[in-house]
């Protein structure tokens, strides 16, 4: 198993944009997760080896999801930014086909989180 670390996280005005990063293994499945305060976490975006993806309605045309298998390294994209994108980032992956899920019972592997907040 190879640990899975995010980076890119910090603090970002409303309509700024921030890239995060999550060095990994080649997984065929890696998303995008996050967890506000209080709240489930809930996914994002996913995408597979293939190059499919898959995003929330919250985040779609906001958001974007890629994969660098030589470099082993997942990025997630975020521009216009909201103040409810506020949340810990969580990236995450899994072995196996998991068929462009976002639910976090499809993923068996997870990093540690990054902060992102977003000031109005």
């Known amino acids: 198993q190879v640990q899975m670390v995010e980076s890119g996280g910090g603090s970002v005005q409303a309509g700024g944009s921030l890239r995060l990063s999550c060095t990994t293994s080649?997984?065929?499945?890696l998303a995008w997760f996050r967890q506000a305060p209080g709240k489930e976490r809930e996914g994002v975006a996913v995408i597979d080896r293939t190059g499919s993806t898959r995003y929330a309605d919250s985040v779609r045309g906001r958001f974007s999801i890629s994969r660098d298998d030589s470099a082993t390294t997942l990025y997630l994209e975020m521009n216009s930014l909201k103040p409810e994108d506020t949340a810990i980032y969580y990236c995450?992956?899994?072995?196996?086909?998991?068929?462009?899920?976002?639910?976090?019972?499809?993923?068996?592997?997870w990093g540690q989180g990054t902060q992102v907040t977003v000031s109005s």
């Open positions: 995450a992956g899994y072995a196996g086909i998991c068929g462009l899920s976002l639910s976090r019972t499809a993923f068996r592997f």
């Open positions: 080649t997984y065929y499945c």
